[in-house]
């Protein structure tokens, strides 16, 4: 099956700097990518969807300038949390898909990163 | 809006047993697919099954398979002949069909297999 890979695994940052993630479609052309967000013991979150080569789109309540995501190219998008604070430290979980007809529902994660913010 | 329900937070059983996770969904799409995933404590998402609403026929996937109740909008999972690596948090998803395949997930439910 499809691979997508997430950098990295586990970060630590201190408080007020920013953080990036990466997330790498690595056999396959990824249209779409979405972030989510899912504290212990809980369920995902979706935060935003990117597509290639145009702004994300943010869910309700996500601040886009606090977790800015770029998806430059077909194979990667970028999660950065900028100016991290404690509250902001979570296990983000990135996905991708080709898109496409017959391919809509076919969605690959990522390992996640354990972000924690001291 | 979409919505999904998971009603068991944990559920637990022995090892061989059969065991079966509850999920309800509100829609008002005609057209989506349902999934179920697993995610072990190494966090990792794997997809366990997909059903697509159109499809009138239960899916399965060797040990797992769905009960899909359209009209009543119910989808569990049962599992059959648990194993102890079947621990995990499972959680149900909903996705419409031709949209921003965006995936709504339920609460999860944490299942515990005991030796």
């Known amino acids: 099956g499809a691979v997508v890979s997430q950098h990295p695994s586990r970060v630590i940052c201190k408080s007020g700097t920013s953080v990036k993630i990466e997330c790498r479609s690595l056999d396959f052309q990824a249209t779409t990518m979405f972030w989510y967000r899912q504290f212990p013991k809980k369920s995902l979150m979706l935060m935003a969807t990117s597509n290639e080569g145009s702004k994300a789109t943010y869910e309700q309540g996500v601040e886009k300038d606090k977790f800015l995501i770029n998806h430059a190219s077909l194979t990667l998008s970028t999660l950065t949390v900028t100016s991290a604070h404690p509250e902001d430290s979570s296990f983000y979980i990135c996905?991708?898909?080709?898109?496409?007809?017959?391919?809509?529902?076919?969605?690959?994660f990522g390992s996640g990163t354990q972000l924690s913010v001291l | 809006a979409q919505t999904v329900t998971q009603s068991q937070p944990e559920m637990s059983v022995q090892e061989a047993e059969t065991v079966t996770l509850s999920c309800t969904y509100d829609?008002?799409?005609?057209?989506?697919?349902l999934f179920w995933y697993k995610q072990p404590p190494s966090r990792q998402m794997i997809l366990v099954i997909r059903q697509e609403a159109y499809k009138q026929q239960n899916a399965t996937e060797n040990r797992f398979s769905v009960n899909f109740q359209k009209a009543a909008k119910s989808f569990s999972l049962k599992i059959s002949d648990s194993q102890l690596g079947d621990t995990a948090m499972y959680f149900c998803?909903?996705?419409?069909?031709?949209?921003?395949?965006?995936?709504?997930f339920g609460q999860g439910t944490r299942l515990t297999i005991n030796p």
């Open positions: 829609t008002s799409e005609n057209n989506y697919y």
């Open positions: 996905s991708a898909t080709e898109g496409g007809a017959g391919r809509n529902e076919k969605l690959f």
């Open positions: 998803a909903f996705m419409i069909d031709g949209g921003a395949q965006k995936l709504v």
